[in-house]
Protein backbone atom coordinates (compact mmCIF):
# COMPACT_ATOMS: atom_id res chain seq x y z
CA UNK A 1 0.00 0.00 0.00
CA UNK A 2 1.49 3.51 -0.98
CA UNK A 3 0.29 6.72 -0.71
CA UNK A 4 0.53 9.64 -2.53
CA UNK A 5 0.25 13.11 -1.10
CA UNK A 6 0.03 16.43 -3.01
CA UNK A 7 -0.90 20.17 -3.17
CA UNK A 8 1.21 21.93 -0.94
CA UNK A 9 2.54 25.48 -0.94
CA UNK A 10 3.13 28.11 -0.44
CA UNK A 11 0.15 30.48 0.49
CA UNK A 12 -0.68 33.80 2.11
CA UNK A 13 -2.18 34.14 5.69
CA UNK A 14 -6.33 34.37 4.60
CA UNK A 15 -5.66 32.02 1.66
CA UNK A 16 -6.79 28.49 0.78
CA UNK A 17 -5.13 25.20 -0.22
CA UNK A 18 -6.26 21.55 -1.26
CA UNK A 19 -3.65 18.64 0.18
CA UNK A 20 -4.88 15.58 -2.28
CA UNK A 21 -3.64 11.88 -1.24
CA UNK A 22 -3.97 8.77 -3.58
CA UNK A 23 -4.31 5.16 -2.21
CA UNK A 24 -2.49 2.71 -4.09
CA UNK A 25 -4.98 -0.19 -3.47
CA UNK A 26 -8.63 -1.36 -4.88
CA UNK A 27 -10.45 -1.85 -1.44
CA UNK A 28 -10.11 1.98 -0.62
CA UNK A 29 -13.19 1.52 1.16
CA UNK A 30 -11.71 -0.66 3.52
CA UNK A 31 -9.38 2.21 4.85
CA UNK A 32 -10.11 5.26 7.23
CA UNK A 33 -8.03 8.11 6.58
CA UNK A 34 -6.54 10.83 7.84
CA UNK A 35 -4.30 14.08 8.03
CA UNK A 36 -1.36 14.93 10.17
CA UNK A 37 1.11 17.41 10.28
CA UNK A 38 4.43 18.37 11.79
CA UNK A 39 5.63 21.75 12.29
CA UNK A 40 9.42 22.55 12.84
CA UNK A 41 10.87 21.23 16.20
CA UNK A 42 7.22 19.91 17.11
CA UNK A 43 5.47 16.85 17.58
CA UNK A 44 3.52 15.08 15.05
CA UNK A 45 -0.19 15.96 15.38
CA UNK A 46 -3.16 14.88 14.20
CA UNK A 47 -5.79 17.15 11.82
CA UNK A 48 -8.16 15.34 10.52
CA UNK A 49 -9.65 11.90 9.28
CA UNK A 50 -12.75 10.48 7.91
CA UNK A 51 -14.10 6.84 7.95
CA UNK A 52 -14.39 4.38 5.41
CA UNK A 53 -17.94 6.03 4.11
CA UNK A 54 -17.10 9.50 4.37
CA UNK A 55 -20.30 9.65 6.76
CA UNK A 56 -18.21 10.37 9.65
CA UNK A 57 -15.28 13.01 10.14
CA UNK A 58 -13.36 14.49 13.33
CA UNK A 59 -11.10 17.36 13.40
CA UNK A 60 -8.61 19.12 16.08
CA UNK A 61 -9.98 22.04 17.68
CA UNK A 62 -7.61 24.28 15.98
CA UNK A 63 -8.67 23.51 12.58
CA UNK A 64 -12.61 23.28 13.23
CA UNK A 65 -14.66 25.20 11.01
CA UNK A 66 -11.36 26.15 8.11
CA UNK A 67 -11.05 22.56 7.04
CA UNK A 68 -13.07 19.87 5.67
CA UNK A 69 -11.74 16.30 4.98
CA UNK A 70 -13.55 14.54 2.34
CA UNK A 71 -12.97 11.36 -0.07
CA UNK A 72 -13.65 10.42 -3.51
CA UNK A 73 -14.08 6.31 -3.85
CA UNK A 74 -13.64 6.43 -7.64
CA UNK A 75 -10.23 7.55 -7.40
CA UNK A 76 -8.97 6.15 -4.10
CA UNK A 77 -8.57 9.67 -3.01
CA UNK A 78 -8.80 11.69 -0.19
CA UNK A 79 -8.43 15.57 0.03
CA UNK A 80 -8.34 18.00 2.84
CA UNK A 81 -9.59 21.42 1.75
CA UNK A 82 -8.14 24.64 4.15
CA UNK A 83 -9.79 27.91 4.01
CA UNK A 84 -8.69 30.49 6.45
CA UNK A 85 -5.56 30.12 6.67
CA UNK A 86 -2.47 31.07 9.27
CA UNK A 87 0.59 30.77 9.81
CA UNK A 88 -0.11 28.13 12.46
CA UNK A 89 -1.11 26.20 10.39
CA UNK A 90 2.60 25.78 8.29
CA UNK A 91 4.03 22.76 9.07
CA UNK A 92 4.85 19.02 6.86
CA UNK A 93 1.26 17.43 5.93
CA UNK A 94 0.61 13.81 6.17
CA UNK A 95 -1.79 11.28 5.12
CA UNK A 96 -2.20 7.91 6.82
CA UNK A 97 -4.48 4.97 5.91
CA UNK A 98 -6.21 2.54 8.70
CA UNK A 99 -7.57 -0.92 7.73
CA UNK A 100 -10.71 -0.23 9.51
CA UNK A 101 -14.26 1.06 9.67
CA UNK A 102 -14.04 3.81 12.04
CA UNK A 103 -12.10 7.19 12.36
CA UNK A 104 -9.20 7.24 14.04
CA UNK A 105 -7.05 10.47 15.49
CA UNK A 106 -4.25 8.70 17.10
CA UNK A 107 -1.12 8.25 14.93
CA UNK A 108 -0.31 5.08 16.62
CA UNK A 109 -3.54 3.83 14.71
CA UNK A 110 -2.45 4.12 11.57
CA UNK A 111 -0.82 1.31 9.40
CA UNK A 112 0.29 3.21 6.25
CA UNK A 113 1.48 6.96 5.53
CA UNK A 114 2.74 8.93 2.72
CA UNK A 115 5.68 11.06 2.64
CA UNK A 116 4.58 15.01 3.89
CA UNK A 117 3.62 17.89 1.71
CA UNK A 118 4.66 21.63 2.83
CA UNK A 119 2.65 23.83 3.32
CA UNK A 120 3.78 27.32 3.93
CA UNK A 121 1.78 30.20 5.09
CA UNK A 122 2.87 33.77 5.22
CA UNK A 123 1.65 36.38 7.45
Known amino acids: VQLQASGGGLVQAGGSLRLSCVLS????????MGWFRQAPEKEREFVATINWSGRDTDYADSVKGRFTISRDSAKNTVYLQMNSLKPEDTAAYYCAAKYGTKIYSSSRDYDYWGQGTLVTVSS
Open 25 to 32: ERSFSNFA
